[in-house]
């Protein structure tokens, strides 16, 4: 059965959040990344790809790349834009496009169920993207990419989101240039949280990798090079029951 835990994330303040919000490091390349960026300090974009600070010509793969990174996410916390929650939780996110919309589950998954093929794969990864996502997480020591996994519907987890979702503002939402409204809520309640821990205990048999092979295996990768680091043992993912789910012309 898949094993899930909340975490403690390090998140934007809500006046910052659509500004720090970015698309993922590897939908763009360097010079698309440095024009996103172009006049905003708080992107993500600055930790994710952190190139588009250092001259055009830099190695994207370079130490000095990775300690940019380090350093821009360093800064981002000391000037309070973001700031980790106190105590671990669970985040319910909704994406809505279209007049459509998908909600998901923001958790940390088991290391131990990639290894045990609890999570699905199906596809393989290259050497160099690996390595360049594990020098990525060594330097900054944090995880900034998130796995997207799916899961067999779960009526449980369903009535959950919808009973947050009815009785709890969303802490963040906001609709990026693209057009999709994301919104989140934090899920602190001790009991909520121990119910969908032991929901996906009992009734997960297996998650499967919609999106993320490289940031999956990377992170598995980091955990058996630091085995005396609980947080290393989990990675961080979004799980949205195959309700949830749409494919859509590619």
Request: net charge negative.
């Amino acid at each position: 059965m898949a094993t899930i835990k909340p975490f403690r994330a390090l998140r934007p303040h809500n006046q910052y959040a659509a500004q720090v919000a970015s698309r993922p490091y590897d939908v763009l390349n360097s010079e698309e990344a440095r024009k996103e960026a172009e006049g905003n300090l708080l992107s993500f974009l600055h930790v994710t790809k952190a190139e588009i600070d250092l001259p055009s010509d830099v190695d994207i793969h370079s130490d000095a790349v990775y300690q940019k990174a380090a350093e821009n996410l360093q800064n981002l916390i000391e000037r309070k834009v973001l700031f980790q929650d106190e105590a671990p939780c669970y985040y319910i996110y909704e994406l809505a496009w279209k007049g459509r919309t998908q909600t998901g589950l923001v958790c940390v998954s088991s290391v131990e169920d990639y290894f045990n093929d609890v999570i699905k794969k199906h596809e393989f990864t290259r050497p160099e993207k690996e390595k360049d996502r594990i020098d990525h997480m060594r330097t900054i020591r944090a995880q900034t990419g998130n796995v997207f996994l799916a899961c067999k519907d779960l009526d449980d987890l369903d009535a959950i989101f919808g009973q947050v979702k009815d009785q709890h503002n969303a802490t963040y939402t906001f609709t990026a240039g693209d057009g999709v409204t994301h919104a989140i809520w934090v899920v602190d309640d001790l009991a909520t949280i121990d119910i969908i821990t032991n929901l996906f205990a009992e009734k997960v048999p297996a998650t499967y990798i919609a999106d993320g092979h490289h940031r999956a295996a990377s992170a598995a990768k980091v955990s058996k090079d630091l085995p005396d680091s609980e947080d290393a043992t989990y990675f961080l993912t979004t799980i949205f029951p195959a309700n949830q789910l749409a494919i859509l012309d590619y």
